[in-house]
């Protein structure tokens, strides 16, 4: 299970886990249950740059389209092929199994992101 207090979390509600250069990036639990059941997902390609704020891909659900945010700035190192073959994991795993992308990064990538805490007071309020 993954330590959802050592993520950083998007206003956009995407998660990071920061393990060095590397830099894991998904989306929450909160955005997944309010999208809905999540039917396709569009993904950048392997070597992309990204700037923090940039549309990286969407998700799609029977409900609406969703851009997904970049919360991080750096080159895609690697896709989750899963979650473009099966986009219903973004719904029953979303901080395990249906993580969307990596991004090699600097090491202060995560500045100015949000902890826990901050982010559950984003989405309760």
Do not use: C
């Not at 396709?40 to 700037?51: I, K, M, N, Q, R």
């Not at 969407?58 to 690697?78: F, I, N």
């Not at 969307?100 to 309760?124: P, S, W």
Request: aromatic share 8%; glycine share 8%.
């Amino acid at each position: 299970m993954t330590d959802l207090t050592a993520l950083k979390y998007s206003e956009e509600h995407e998660w990071v886990a920061a393990d060095g250069a590397t830099a894991t990036v998904g989306i929450t639990d909160y955005a997944a249950d309010a999208l809905g059941d999540i039917v396709f997902v569009e993904l950048p390609e392997v070597g992309t740059e990204l700037s923090r704020g940039d549309v990286f891909g969407e998700a799609e659900s029977t409900k609406s389209v969703s851009e997904l945010y970049a919360p991080v700035a750096g080159t895609v190192s690697e896709v989750n092929q899963a979650v473009v073959d099966d986009p219903s994991l973004l719904n029953s795993s979303p901080f395990e199994d249906a993580w969307l992308i990596k991004v090699t990064v600097a090491d202060d990538a995560t500045d100015g992101l949000l902890d826990r805490d901050a982010y559950v007071a984003l989405t309760e309020g």
